[in-house]
């Protein structure tokens, strides 16, 4: 190895990328441990920096080109040392000149000084913080103004961020790519609106509220009045996540769904509110939708919503198979309170979507109108290779036998369907069709049933959900 020239040893090293193998090898000799320092451009570290400060300089100086850095105090303990503070974070923005990504995971003794000398890191352009409760929006907007170049912020049960100043001047800046706000409980949907022009240059907006604990701000007209008059389209917009919002007729997130021209992943989970006509709205706007995800509350089934415009119905479906010829991945599921006779969507409805679109990723949770009769309709789905079926407790032994006939079918997973036995998987049964099987929490199939009905099985039983 001593005579190999310099751009080899470097081209190997440049080749390993699990970091256990990484750190052994940078342990061979000198050589390997100067390139390892030159080529490490990223590192995840926790509850094993102790003494933190003086670790955390030390790997600093080592590591002198680090531009991602995470650090994550999971499972922290006292006895396991101390955590890192906002000394620590001043010893970051002046040891990695070079960083560009940083994540803070559970780090519970940080506070806005630190924050404010993240501030000087001019590189920054991506910071996630998680469960890191003692900094409040005074630190966010400190890092927004120091950091002009942060395209991601990622803010995960941040309890103590209440001020929302620093979305206004992110909006401002018009340089957000990727927001994520989750369970952050004094930021609502109406606080979007302060993004203003940013809106144009999101490509990723995740967002969702804590259902345990809804901050109820009461917005003014003007308020209202500013999400009506929004008029800056989501054109960049490609992936959309909402859980557990409110989606007001007219304003609001509602605004946001018909607007996104380049949409092509939407996850709606758990939202009240949500119309026909927004998600017809979606689908006439993003015709290059590819993923869409619906999880419906449990209030729109009830009968007394039958024929309430908030009730989603077949229509939002056709709407999406006539608009969406590039969609590959429905997931559709309902809550775990519905009544199990009434469905919002048709088995013609979901059958609807799977002949006109190119579905390749089908996933079905408590969808009771989806039965054998829908089985045998996939048998001529030529696009579908993944089928998921959870709950649905219509489908029999007869239906399942069908699945030996889907075309192009290589992954199915089964969960806690309460009709189906081990006859149904029979046809599989040395077929050498499926590449995966995965059972979970079905009691009438066993372990000895799904034996060689595919490539790989995966099976787990644990039926304390049925008591």
């Not at 005074?138 to 395209?151: A, R, Y």
């Not at 009506?228 to 989501?234: D, E």
């Not at 919002?245 to 996104?260: H, N």
């Not at 479906?317 to 009544?339: H, P, T, Y």
Request: glycine share 6%.
């Amino acid at each position: 190895m001593d005579t190999l020239p310099d751009h080899l040893v470097w081209e190997i090293l440049g080749r390993i990328k699990k970091t256990v193998d990484r750190n052994s090898a940078s342990l061979a000799c000198k050589r390997f441990y100067e390139v390892d320092n030159e080529q490490r451009l990223s590192l995840r570290v926790g509850c094993g920096l102790d003494p933190v400060n003086e670790a955390l300089t030390s790997l600093c100086n080592r590591f002198g080109n680090l531009t991602k850095l995470e650090i994550s105090y999971a499972g922290w303990m006292s006895r396991l040392g101390k955590q890192l503070d906002d000394q620590g974070l001043l010893i970051l923005s002046n040891s990695c000149p070079y960083l560009t990504d940083l994540t803070l995971n559970y780090c519970t003794f940080i506070t806005d000084v630190g924050l404010c000398y993240l501030a000087s890191c001019l590189n920054l352009s991506a910071l996630k913080l998680k469960f890191t409760t003692r900094i409040t929006g005074c630190g966010i907007l400190s890092v927004v103004v120091g950091c002009k170049n942060l395209t991601v912020l990622h803010l995960i049960r941040c309890l103590n961020v209440n001020s929302v100043e620093w979305l206004e001047y992110l909006g401002k800046l018009e340089r957000l790519e990727d927001l994520l706000i989750k369970n952050c409980r004094a930021i609502g949907e109406g606080d979007l609106i302060k993004l203003g022009p940013c809106w144009r240059k999101l490509k990723r907006l995740q967002f969702e509220v804590d259902v345990n604990y809804r901050y109820m701000k009461v917005y003014d007209r003007l308020a209202v009045d500013r999400w009506q008059k929004q008029r800056v389209p989501c054109e960049n917009m490609v992936e959309l996540s909402l859980k557990n919002c409110i989606i007001s007729p007219g304003r609001g997130l509602a605004c946001v769904l018909g607007k996104c021209r380049n949409l092509e992943k939407i996850h709606l989970d758990m939202c009240v509110g949500v119309r026909d006509s927004d998600i017809i709205n979606m689908a006439q706007t993003s015709s290059k939708l590819r993923s869409i995800s619906l999880r419906v509350p449990s209030d729109f089934s009830l009968p007394i919503l039958m024929s309430n415009p908030l009730r989603l119905t077949d229509e939002s479906l056709k709407a999406l198979a006539d608009n969406c010829r590039m969609l590959e991945s429905v997931r559709i599921s309902f809550s775990d309170g519905e009544f199990p006779s009434i469905s919002s969507f048709t088995l013609d409805g979901i059958l609807t979507l799977i002949q006109k679109c190119p579905v390749r990723e089908l996933s079905l949770d408590y969808v009771y109108s989806f039965n054998d009769v829908g089985m045998e309709a996939l048998c001529s789905a030529h696009y579908l290779e993944i089928l998921e079926l959870a709950r649905c407790q219509e489908i029999s032994d007869e239906g399942l036998q069908l699945a030996c006939q889907f075309p192009h079918l290589s992954i199915l997973r089964l969960r806690k369907c309460l009709g189906v036995t081990d006859d149904g998987l029979k046809p599989l049964v040395g077929s050498h069709k499926l590449d995966l099987l995965a059972v979970e929490d079905c009691p009438q199939v066993s372990e000895r049933g799904v034996q060689g009905a595919a490539r790989s099985i995966s099976f787990r039983q644990d039926l304390s959900w049925m008591y």
